[in-house]
């Protein structure tokens, strides 16, 4: 409408006119930010993005499917690789100069921890 090029487009936000045509064709998603700046540099307000959404959805009549409702949020266990503890371990078994006792430290700990579980 503007007589702007995809290529044009793409050199205007820093992309490649082949990542606007994935744009375009809704390959790709586009995120608030760049949704922003095309508003910006095509001087249209963010509506004109949203002209053929139903309006069910503009209005937020339809609901979700009932597999993607909010459902309760189950604590996670912290990742044990990203303790501090861990990595202390880690360094000082590769410290370790000798392969046979870094192979016995690991089988005594393979061990200790099967041991721990009662198995």
């Known amino acids: 409408m503007l007589g702007l090029s995809q290529e044009k487009l793409g050199e205007a936000v820093g ?4 990542q606007i045509q994935k744009y375009e064709r809704g390959a790709n ?3 608030a930010s760049r949704l922003y700046q095309l ?8 509506s004109f993005f949203f002209d053929d959404m139903p309006e069910d959805v503009k209005s937020g009549a339809r609901r979700p499917p009932a597999d993607l ?9 912290p990742d044990p690789m990203a303790k ?3 990595l202390e ?4 078994y590769y410290r370790i100069a000798n392969p046979k006792v870094r192979k016995r430290l690991f089988e005594l700990a393979k ?3 099967k041991a721990s579980e009662g198995g």
């Open 69 to 77: 409702e909010d459902r309760p949020q189950v604590a996670l266990e």
């Open 15 to 18: 992309l490649t006119f082949q």
């Open 39 to 46: 508003t910006r540099i095509l001087d249209v307000p963010i």
């Open 89 to 92: 371990l880690v360094r000082a």
């Open 29 to 31: 998603r586009i995120g």
């Open 84 to 86: 501090r503890e861990t």
């Open 111 to 113: 061990s200790l921890a």
